[in-house]
């Protein structure tokens, strides 16, 4: 009995210590402990495998595919000088060779960053308007926030098969107006790589408009009514109430916005697998899908390039936005 009292005696000085140690921290040392289950969880699902993606990317296959050799950064040279491009599906290459518009789409590299800017920089614009819009009080609201969310609620593989029918060339209605515009091939218009990167970016724009429109509504509607009052007294027009008040505020949470889009824009691999294919829209998550099962130290190397590429992205753009984007 009196083993069993010392020991809850221990446990109960122990438990009193550490809240003891814990009520000593400061306001900045106590959010730190609350994060270490999160970067402890972090290090499980994210920095072990990206560290397993870099050991893997130091390896070559022998030409029978039977054991490995270590290269060293040779699978990151040969990438980036070509030597790799002999292994990339449907003529793709890691980089341009070139100028011309053939040569800068065949680049994986090259669509993965045209198909990020651009469906990113359409998706935050639309998305601001569509937040603005549903932000105003009007009857039927409800409805149309509804309407607006249900693009980003169709799965992928629903949203490739629609977008593929709309303009596929036999019997697609949308091609022939747009193919009289210019815009796309007339024949054969999914297999054309401009043409169906057209269509690629339009579908992502189609699906996640509404993402960012959700984020930035929430940034709209956390910004205290009393200001524009304040600026209705003081005779502001609608124009410098969104430039003086409602674009400042919902900066940070645009900023945020843009970071989640450019992350996943970065790693597009589902809309082109399902309206095109990989070999006419090359992408890097493409690359890494398609030289996995014979080049394996290749197929590591993009994507561990890429996840450096996404990483830059981030850092760049919290360093834009400074401490409001944390």
């Known amino acids: 009995m009196s083993t069993e009292t010392g020991r809850e005696s221990r446990r109960s000085g122990a ?26 969880l972090l290090g499980i699902v994210a920095l072990y495998p990206l560290l397993r993606t870099f050991e893997l990317s130091l390896f070559a296959l022998s030409a029978d595919f039977s054991s490995t050799t270590f290269v060293g950064a040779g699978n990151y040279v040969e990438l980036f000088t070509g ?10 290459t890691f980089l341009p060779e070139g100028l011309g518009t053939s040569a800068l789409l065949n680049s994986a590299l090259v669509v993965t960053i045209i198909f990020a800017v651009v469906s990113v920089l359409f998706e ?48 697609g209605f949308l ?52 200001l524009y009052d304040v600026a209705k007294v003081a005779g502001a027009t609608k124009w410098q109430q969104f430039k003086l008040i409602t674009f ?16 996943q824009a970065m790693r597009v691999y589902g809309i082109i697998d399902t309206v095109s294919s990989c070999t006419v829209v090359p992408s890097l998550s493409c690359m890494v899908v398609a030289t996995f099962t014979t080049r394996e130290g290749t197929s590591a190397a993009i994507a561990f390039v890429t996840a450096a590429i996404i990483g830059t ?14």
Not at 83 to 92: D, F, H, I, S
Not at 318 to 326: H, L, M, N, T
């Open 83 to 92: 030597e790799k491009n002999r292994y990339l599906p449907g003529g793709t």
């Open 175 to 226: 091609t022939p107006p747009l193919a009289d515009l210019g815009l796309l091939a007339p024949t054969n218009t999914l297999n054309d790589t401009a043409s169906a990167t057209f269509i690629i970016i339009v579908a992502d724009i189609w699906k996640t408009s509404a993402f960012m429109a959700l984020l930035i509504l929430a940034g709209l509607q956390s910004i205290d009514r009393g």
């Open 248 to 263: 400042p505020l919902i900066l940070p949470t645009i900023g945020v916005a843009v970071l989640f889009r450019s992350v």
């Open 124 to 171: 935050t614009l639309i998305g601001l308007g569509q937040a603005l819009i549903l932000d105003q009080d009007f009857y039927g609201r409800r409805w149309i926030r509804a309407a607006i969310i249900i693009p980003w609620a169709v799965p992928i593989v629903i949203q490739g098969m629609i977008f593929f029918l709309m303009f596929n060339s036999n019997v």
């Open 313 to 326: 992205v981030v850092m760049g753009l919290i360093v834009w936005q400074g401490e409001d984007a944390i």
């Open 15 to 40: 438990l009193v210590s550490v809240m003891r140690w814990m009520e000593n921290l400061s306001d900045t040392q106590y959010a730190y402990l609350l994060l270490v289950p999160v970067f402890v």
